[in-house]
């Protein structure tokens, strides 16, 4: 198994890239808003890769980071999303957006990339919710932005993942400066929607 490629990028398409490594290119197909973050031809690369064998021949998937890597993993585990599928919503979602897109069901936004439809959003959003709610607490509970402390202790608190991310991101919560004050106001915010 081929889990990580280093080397020189040679040439780029749309969604593929060339990657010299020693005397060997290897094609490599990636999200689209990947090959415009990997810098100009000649740089140095480095991608978490991915090794499918599709009609006897191997394809190799690559991501600039582990998350994207997991979230291309889960969704090929979902029946009727092919790597291809999976491709295409880590082009139009960045993993983060994805994640909170399945976790908070919004199909819409799923529905947004190419090849997905409705009942595909919703078959993604039924599958890997669960998976990714668990997922979501343990990455946020290790992290150490301020943000993902008041994330970690409303959900010690009780309040979902989701419902924890929403009152982070009020403006007035984000106003704050401090941990403590912003899970006040965040507390304060939950208070008066009673």
Do not use: C
Not at 38 to 66: C, K, M, N, Y
């Amino acid at each position: 198994m081929i889990v990580g490629v280093h080397g020189t990028l040679e040439t780029t398409g749309p969604d593929w890239v060339h990657v010299r490594v020693g005397g060997v290119t290897l094609e490599v197909s990636v999200p689209a808003n990947t090959v415009s973050s990997l810098g100009a031809i000649g740089s140095q690369v480095t991608l978490h890769t991915h090794l499918r064998i599709r009609d006897e021949e191997p394809v190799l998937f690559g991501f600039s980071d582990a998350a994207a890597l997991g979230l291309f993993s889960m969704l090929t585990g979902v029946s009727g999303v092919g790597p291809r599928t999976a491709l295409a919503l880590l082009s139009s979602l960045d993993p983060a957006r994805l994640q909170t897109a399945i976790v908070t069901g919004d199909t819409a936004a799923l529905s947004s990339a190419q090849g997905v439809g409705g009942r595909t959003a919703s078959r993604i959003v039924l599958d890997l919710k669960g998976k990714l709610e668990d997922a979501e607490f343990a990455e946020v509970a290790f992290s150490g932005d301020v943000d993902s402390q008041v994330i970690a202790a409303l959900t010690a608190l009780g309040y979902s993942p989701v419902e924890a991310r929403a009152a982070a991101a009020v403006p007035a919560v984000a106003a704050e400066t401090e941990v403590d004050d912003r899970i006040r106001v965040a507390l304060q915010q939950f208070a008066t929607r009673g």
